[in-house]
């Protein structure tokens, strides 16, 4: 797969990953939502291919982007959420 079809791949990833994954993103948005699947993309494809699980051709890039970007978005939600009370009953 080319840069250009990974990097698109992981737009498409990140924006359903966002979908997927659980809670709230915050103020982080779509710019950072699709930054992080273009990167979970490439590296779940460089990790893929370089473990023998997947070619460069195969379709399962497309679950292995999904994964990766699923897992960044969780990383990311764990480390960087809101610790302020969202309401005060």
Known sequence: ???IGTAA????AGVIASLVTPGRRGPFGFMLTSLLGIIGAFAAAYL???????????STGLIAAL??????LL????LFRSRRPTSSV
């Open 1 to 3: 797969m080319s840069v």
């Open 9 to 12: 791949l992981g737009l498409a």
């Open 48 to 58: 893929g291919q370089e473990a023998g699980w997947y070619q460069a051709e195969d």
């Open 67 to 72: 994964l990766g970007a699923a897992i960044l």
């Open 75 to 78: 990383i990311w939600g764990l």
